[in-house]
């Protein structure tokens, strides 16, 4: 049991949080003030090779292993979460079932698309099936050598952006989970569109819409899997991609416990730092364990998974704990900060209000409690 990590992933480590610190963090107010999508900040990290982490190196990409993914989107959330979770939804979420399911052809089409620039987006929830995702009504009727697909997606990351979705529809919904594939779509094809971005708590600057499909025709070849193997496929990527969530949390929860010493340091009260008094002390100590221990669950999922040993649990355990973490760390480091926690000048108003969302998607934390009470009690 090796708790450190090789040369090659504290290089990449030291990188992702070089660009965090000099890239992201001195120009991400202003992308969510505004509520702006941050380009120049994602074409900066497709040049520098922070979006294409995932890509296998026999389709051109550099191979990282699963820590290494988790390393560059811990150091990317500690700069934004938003920015973090546009590189995972394109890069780590969306790639999932390709990985997974897809062919020879099918994956060199998907992964040059990314090793190009160009953004992926995971379109499962539906506006009424979010956690059962087996209700989704979204339909892919056979046509010849086509399917043609009806339907809407709701809560899309990186809808508006993405060159190419992974969209699963069912061909017979009283089939439910028996009746789902999942397809490679062109987001430019005919009859899809793109609903408005919506306005969010936080995440601002990651691009969330609806994506409306009317008639819309994909080719068979673009089907991943055998037909009405798509929930297995889905289930599966779901698996492997609950870690970056864990290590998005991580990165949020790190940065605002750093944020938070600083404070502490520097103001005084009562004649001395507030770092000195046994309440603010006693609150940082809390923050570093769980941070700790929550990076060390998001690494044994990862290392599970990489060996082929069963993780799903594991990814459940890092997911639901490590969110729950970040949600308790950023309120308590604007407790830390006090009233001017609460300004936005201060960066833990930020944090805190994107913690929230990791509790929410890629499974909340109760549908994660389903799943670890299942594995226990079974």
């Not at 094809?189 to 008639?215: A, C, H, N, W, Y």
């Not at 599966?236 to 790190?254: F, I, N, Y």
Request: charged share 25%; hydrophobic share 40%; with cysteine.
């Amino acid at each position: 049991m090796d708790f450190n990590l090789t040369e090659e992933q504290e290089a990449l480590q030291k990188m992702a949080r070089k660009f965090s610190e000099q890239e992201i963090i001195p120009y991400i107010q202003e992308y969510d003030d505004k509520e702006e999508f941050p380009w120049s900040i994602i074409k900066k990290m497709h040049e520098v090779g922070l979006m294409t982490t995932a890509v296998p190196e026999e389709y051109g990409g550099p191979g990282i292993d699963m820590v290494g993914q988790m390393l560059v989107t811990e150091e990317l959330c500690y700069g934004c979460l938003g920015v973090g979770a546009t590189m995972a939804a394109s890069a780590l979420l969306a790639p999932g079932p390709v990985e997974v399911g897809a062919n020879h052809e099918q994956k060199k089409y998907f992964y040059n698309m990314l090793n190009e620039g160009k953004l992926a987006a995971f379109c499962l929830t539906e506006p009424g099936a979010g956690s059962d995702v087996a209700a989704m009504s979204t339909t892919a009727r056979r046509d010849g050598d086509y399917y043609i697909l009806n339907g809407t997606k709701q809560f899309i990351t990186n809808a508006g952006v993405a060159d190419v979705y992974v969209v699963f529809a069912t061909t017979d919904k009283k089939l439910r989970f028996k009746g789902i594939n999942g397809f490679i779509v062109d987001r430019h094809t005919p009859g899809i569109t793109v609903g408005p971005e919506e306005k969010k708590m936080g995440l601002r600057v990651s691009d969330t819409r609806q994506v409306i499909f009317e008639d819309v025709r994909v080719p068979v070849a673009n089907r991943l899997g055998a037909e009405n193997e798509g929930f297995k496929i889905c289930m599966k990527a779901l698996d492997l991609s609950r870690p970056s969530v864990a290590a998005e949390a991580v990165g949020v929860a790190q940065r605002a416990f750093e944020e938070a010493i600083k404070y502490s340091k520097e103001r005084v009260a009562f004649g001395q730092p507030i770092s000195n008094f046994q309440a603010i002390r006693f609150i940082l100590a809390d923050m570093a364990m769980e941070i700790e221990a929550a990076r060390l669950l998001t690494y044994k999922a990862c290392v599970q998974a990489m060996k082929g040993l069963p993780f799903t649990h594991i990814a459940s355990y890092a997911k639901c704990f490590a969110s729950d973490v970040a949600m308790r760390v950023t309120t308590n480091a604007v407790q830390v900060l006090g009233g001017y926690g609460y300004l936005r000048e201060y960066k833990v108003e930020k944090l805190m209000r994107d913690a929230k969302v990791m509790q929410i998607y890629e499974g909340t934390n109760q549908i994660q409690r389903v799943v670890i009470s299942g594995h226990i009690l079974k």
